[in-house]
C-alpha cells in the first residue's frame, strides 16, 4: 500500500507509526501493571486477608483465630492460613494454592498466579513469637478488560501521543526530503533547458551526503552549461565562416549569368540561386539561434499557410532526389494558417522528410499527410525503410545520436537533424514522435496547435 504515497508520505508513515507503536507500548504495559496492584488492593478477600496480616504480626495467634472465624464467611472461605504445614480450619486448598504454598519460603515471601478467571496470592510471614505462617488468598478476577480502561482513564494521553507523534515524524520527514524536493525541482529545470540552476545556495546547513549530492549536481550543471555554450559558439563560428563563401559564390553566379548572357528564366540557374538563399537562410538562423531559444515569441513568427509550405518542401525534395518521390496527401479540404517562424519549421519538416528519402527502400512513394485534428494539425510521415528499434524510438531525437555508432559521415551525418525537428517543433508548443510501421519502415508524426 505504501507504494502508493511518495517519498515523503513512507517516511511520514514509518516514523510515525514507530513512534505511535512505542508510545502504546509503554502506556499498556504501566496499565497493566498499574492495573493488576489496584485490582488486586480492592478485592474483598485481600482486603481481609491484609487485616489478618496484620493481626497476626502484631497479636496473639489465639486471638487473630477467634477474629478470622466471626469474618464474613464468603471472604473466610477464599483465604487460608497455614501454619505447621495444617490449614487452620482443616480445609483442603485448591490445586493452585497447594502449588503456591510449596513454593512459599524466605528467599520467595510473595506469589502472585491468574490462572480460569482467578487471581492466588500467597504470602509468608515471620510472626514475632518465631514461628512461621503462610497466608493464601483466592479471588475471582475482578479486573475490568484493558480497553475499558484505555477508553475510560487513557483516551486522551493516546489521542495526545498520536498528534505529537505525527507532528514530530512530519517534521523529521519534511527535514530529509525537502533537499531531495530542491535537487528534483533543479533536475526538471535543467531539463527544461534552464542552465544556470544551481541547489548549493538552497541547501545551506546541511552535511554529508545531501550536500556531496548538491554540490556534485552543481559540477554537473556547470559542465554541462560550458559544453553546451561552447557547442552554440562553434555553430556560430562555422556559420560567420561559411557566410563569405556563399557570399562568393553568389557574386560569381550573377557574374557568370552577365558574362554568357543566361536569363533568368532558365530551370537550372533558378534552382542555384534558391540554394543559394536557402543555405543564406539557415546561416542567418544557426546565428540568431540562441534568441530563439530565449524568446521564441519574438523569434520572427508570423502566419504561415502549412499546406502551401509542405507542398514547397515536397517539390523542392523531389527535384533534388527524384529516384524517391515524395507523395502529399492532403487531407484538411482548408488552407489553415498557423502562427510560426516559417523557415525553422521548413527546416524541421525537411529534416523528417530528408532522413525518410535517404532510409527508403521500395519501389512505392514516400507518403506524407496532412491531417487536421481539433485544434491541431499533423504531418505524418511514413517510408518503407528498415525502421527502428523500439528501443531507440526517442533515441532518434537526441543530438549526435545514430542508430549505427559505426556510420560514416557521408551515410548519416552528424545525427543532428531530427534533434534541431524535435526542438523546433517543441517551440512552437507541439510534439513530434516516431512509431514503426508494419511490416517495415518508420512513420515520424509532428504535430502542430493551430490556435
Same mark, same amino acid.
Given at each position: ?9 513512507? !517516511? ?202 548538491? =554540490? ?21 563560428? !562555422? ?86 518521390? !515524395? ?36 519501389? =512505392? ?87
Amino acid at each position: 500500500m505504501l507504494h502508493h504515497f511518495g517519498l515523503t508520505g513512507r !517516511i511520514l508513515f514509518s516514523f510515525w507509526m514507530t513512534l505511535l507503536l512505542v508510545v502504546l507500548a509503554m502506556v499498556i504495559i504501566f496499565i497493566s501493571q498499574k492495573n493488576n496492584d489496584d485490582s488486586l488492593q480492592r478485592m474483598p478477600p485481600i482486603k481481609t486477608g491484609e487485616t489478618l496480616t496484620l493481626k497476626l504480626l502484631s497479636e496473639e495467634y489465639s486471638h487473630v483465630r477467634e477474629w478470622f472465624m466471626q469474618q464474613a464467611e464468603r471472604d473466610v472461605r477464599r483465604i487460608f492460613v497455614i501454619k505447621d504445614s495444617q490449614e487452620i480450619l482443616q480445609r483442603r486448598l485448591p490445586p493452585p494454592l497447594q502449588r503456591i504454598n510449596s513454593h512459599l519460603s524466605n528467599d520467595h515471601p510473595f506469589i502472585h498466579r491468574k490462572r480460569e478467571g482467578f487471581v492466588y496470592v500467597g504470602r509468608h510471614l515471620l510472626l514475632p513469637d518465631g514461628k512461621r505462617v503462610n497466608i493464601l488468598f483466592r479471588s475471582p478476577d475482578f479486573r475490568p478488560p484493558m480497553h475499558h480502561i484505555i477508553a475510560e482513564q487513557w483516551l486522551g494521553f493516546i489521542v495526545s501521543a498520536i498528534l505529537i507523534s505525527g507532528l514530530i515524524s512530519y517534521l523529521l520527514a519534511l527535514y530529509i526530503i525537502k533537499p531531495i524536493m530542491l535537487l528534483r525541482q533543479a533536475t526538471q529545470k535543467l531539463a527544461s533547458g534552464d542552465l544556470s540552476i544551481r541547489v548549493q545556495d538552497d541547501i545551506k546547513g546541511r552535511h554529508g551526503e545531501v550536500s556531496l549530492l548538491a =554540490q556534485d549536481f552543481d559540477n554537473m550543471a556547470d559542465k554541462l552549461e560550458r559544453t553546451i555554450s561552447s557547442h552554440k559558439h562553434l555553430i556560430q563560428d !562555422i556559420s560567420h565562416e561559411l557566410r563569405s563563401p556563399v557570399a562568393r559564390l553568389q557574386l560569381a553566379l550573377e557574374l557568370s549569368k552577365k558574362r554568357l548572357n543566361i536569363s533568368d528564366d532558365q530551370v537550372d540557374i533558378q534552382r542555384i540561386e534558391k540554394e543559394c538563399e536557402q543555405i543564406n537562410t539557415i546561416i542567418n538562423t544557426l546565428l540568431n539561434l540562441p534568441a530563439y531559444e530565449l524568446e521564441p515569441s519574438l523569434a520572427f513568427m508570423d502566419e504561415v499557410n502549412v499546406s502551401e509550405l509542405l507542398n514547397d518542401i515536397c517539390n523542392d525534395l523531389n527535384y533534388t532526389n527524384p529516384h524517391k518521390p !515524395i507523395v502529399l496527401q492532403d487531407q484538411t479540404q482548408a488552407q489553415h494558417q498557423l502562427l510560426a517562424n516559417g523557415q525553422l519549421l521548413r527546416s524541421a519538416i525537411e529534416n523528417v522528410l530528408k532522413n525518410a528519402q535517404y532510409y527508403h527502400q521500395g519501389d =512505392q512513394p514516400i507518403e506524407v499527410s496532412l491531417i487536421y485534428h481539433h485544434q491541431s494539425l499533423e504531418i505524418l510521415c511514413c517510408d518503407d525503410g528498415p525502421g527502428v528499434d523500439d528501443a531507440q524510438l526517442e533515441e532518434i531525437f537526441k543530438p549526435f545520436y545514430r542508430i549505427s555508432q559505426a556510420r560514416e559521415r557521408s551515410s548519416g551525418g552528424y545525427g543532428l537533424g531530427l534533434a534541431i525537428s524535435k526542438r523546433t517543433i517543441e517551440l512552437h508548443n507541439g510534439r513530434i514522435h516516431a512509431t514503426n510501421r508494419k511490416p517495415h519502415g518508420l512513420c515520424v508524426s509532428m504535430t502542430l496547435p493551430t490556435s
